[in-house]
């Protein structure tokens, strides 16, 4: 057991790799079965900053107004190299979600964790409508106007790529 989180790491159960090998995809379950793929899925994208965990107090708030749902974590990461992903995808993938999964596993929701290589916004929505969800849950950066044109906004660009609704918690 991690003394930093409630559980600990999860193993990998499905990865999926390039056209050079590299790993660029994993999923880990959790430790409850997740309801049916016809339920009510939601996609809950974190990097382990304050602005995630709020997006999580959030979400966990709204869904305790439903009767059941299907909690997908999701984290990016920034390309790695081909011997990088094998360690690496896993090791800050978790590093950036565990706060947030441990909070969702003592909620009591079912979750499972997607971890990813790519650029964020159009990675988050290609995994909300390959799982099926139902809307995205991101935390705001908080960045202000010039500083949002100067870098650009994930979740300006998330808006505009996203197939389903996404809401976004300050």
Not at 49 to 68: D, Y
Not at 86 to 105: C, H, K, M, N
């Amino acid at each position: 057991m991690n003394p930093e989180n409630s559980i600990d790491r999860p193993v990998p159960c499905q990865l999926e790799r390039d056209d050079v090998g590299r790993i660029v995809y994993l999923t880990c379950a959790g430790n409850r079965p997740l309801p049916p793929e016809s339920e009510n899925a939601w996609l809950l994208a974190v990097d382990g900053s304050p602005r995630a965990e709020q997006a999580v107090t959030a979400f966990l708030a709204l869904a305790g107004q439903f009767k059941s749902c299907r909690v997908h974590v999701a984290n990016v990461q920034h390309w790695l190299s081909k011997e990088a992903a094998e360690t690496e995808l896993l090791d800050r993938g978790w590093q950036a979600a565990a706060g947030s999964v441990s909070r969702i596993e003592e909620s009591g929701l079912p979750w499972q964790l997607h971890l990813t290589m790519g650029d964020a916004a159009p990675s988050i929505a290609a995994l909300a409508s390959r799982l099926g969800c139902r809307g995205i849950v991101v935390g705001n950066r908080g960045l202000g106007t010039a500083e949002s044109l100067l870098m650009g906004s994930v979740t300006h660009a998330l808006i505009g790529l996203a197939p389903v609704p996404v809401l976004v918690v300050p």
